[in-house]
């Protein structure tokens, strides 16, 4: 089995860790992203969508992170709390998954591309009003977590860590490197961290995160990528 993953990128990171906690055998095919190898011929052959993470199991191919997570999890027999089998737990599964793209997801991602990557690209200063926007709504979506999906829980589904708990941490930890940590404000949810570190194992979990630690390092590549004016309008058009 081939996994095709940059971990810079969050639903990458939420594949790769899920694979080696549960010790699934793959070969690691490096997309650099801010190099643009997804563009590239040999990639497309793979596949056309050009995005990652990617999962070619034989002549099998699947995209999107949440269902190459449960793929893994039905073939190699996961450990049942990961993605639930029982009605009520596997809903509540699904609805987070459903949530996140466009709450913590993506108000995690503006976070990220605007510290690490918009005076790069633009060459103009992130405007302070815009950077305030970003950070209140994914506060939003912090305490709507915090709220309506961990509660008093010590894992979104309940007692044992599952696919909801992984793939919400890996976005939040996103912005990390940038100088901003958006568990400050939030204990119980640093504590929900906590605990999800431990349950992946603290130096595998520290270890996939180094790209991100260091986003500053990603910047020459970025500068010299061959699209760079249509990534520039299209930064400009995100943020206004």
Known sequence: MELYLDLVSPPCRFVYLFAKKLNIPFEFKLIELVSGQQFS?????????????????GNFILTESAAIVEYLAQKH???????????????????????????????????????AFYTVVTDIEVPKEKMDEVLADVKQSLKLLEDKFLQDKPFIIGDKISAADLVAVMWIMQPFGTGVDLFEDFPKLQAWRDRVRKEIG??????????????????????????????????KKMFG
């Open 41 to 57: 011929e040999e990639f497309g052959k793979v596949s056309i969508v050009r995005k990652i993470p990617v999962m070619k199991d």
């Open 77 to 115: 027999l996961a450990p049942d709390h990961w993605c639930p089998a029982e009605l009520q737990q596997r809903a509540r599964l699904t609805e987070y998954l459903n949530w996140q793209p466009m709450n913590i997801a993506l108000h995690c991602s503006r976070v990220f591309l605007l510290r």
């Open 202 to 235: 603290e130096k595998l979990f520290d270890e996939s995160h180094d790209a991100v630690r260091t986003p500053s390092n990603l910047a020459p590549k970025l500068k010299a990528l061959k699209g760079l004016d249509m990534l520039k309008a299209r930064m």
